[in-house]
């Protein structure tokens, strides 16, 4: 059994094109793709959180799984926009 160091994985990350390109569209519009998919996470774990306390066939790691996901998403989202806030409050102390 052979054990890799951390630094030799050859993973590569990548981004898709219409992130990677600049003329895809504005800041704004990345932001609320973004919040859409948080929106989405949420709801789907809400639906699974539902179905499970209804009784409904759902296995209990998907539902926790779902929710994980949903939590995770969200902590970052306020993450970005504390950093977003954080930045703009910056500038405006700037003298001109």
């Known amino acids: 059994m052979r054990i890799d160091s951390i630094g030799a994985s050859t993973h590569s ?35 699974i959180a539902n179905r499970l306390a209804a009784g409904d066939a759902v296995e209990i790691h998907q539902a926790m799984i779902a929710m994980q996901k949903a939590s995770m998403a969200l902590q970052f989202t306020i993450q970005v926009r504390n950093k977003i806030i954080e930045a703009y409050q910056e500038i405006m102390r700037m003298q001109v």
């Open 13 to 47: 990350i990548s981004f898709p094109e219409e992130a990677a390109s600049k003329s895809s569209g504005s800041f704004a519009k990345s932001i609320e793709k973004a919040i859409a998919k948080v929106n989405e996470l949420q709801s789907e774990a809400d639906e």
